[in-house]
């Protein structure tokens, strides 16, 4: 039984949740030969000030402004 953790920023739809549920699910039981039912996901939401990417938090990295604003305007 495959269990994946999946860590998103805050802001994803739960649309966008569902269509990656899905096709990960979908990943799954073609590469890994898993049963569908077997396939279990976990989404946590983090927000842009509890991740840091090269030692700088997502909400003061200038380079990632637009995905962080995109989301937060979601």
């Known amino acids: 039984m495959p269990n994946i953790t999946v860590e998103l920023l805050k802001g994803r739809s739960l649309e966008q949740r569902r269509e990656f549920a899905q096709a990960v699910a979908d990943s799954a039981v073609e590469i890994l030969g898993a049963r569908r039912q077997d396939v279990r996901m976990v989404f946590t939401e983090i927000t842009a000030d509890t ?21 937060a305007d979601g």
């Open 51 to 71: 991740v840091a990417n090269g030692g700088v938090l997502a909400s003061e990295d200038g380079s990632r402004a637009g995905v962080v604003s995109a989301l």
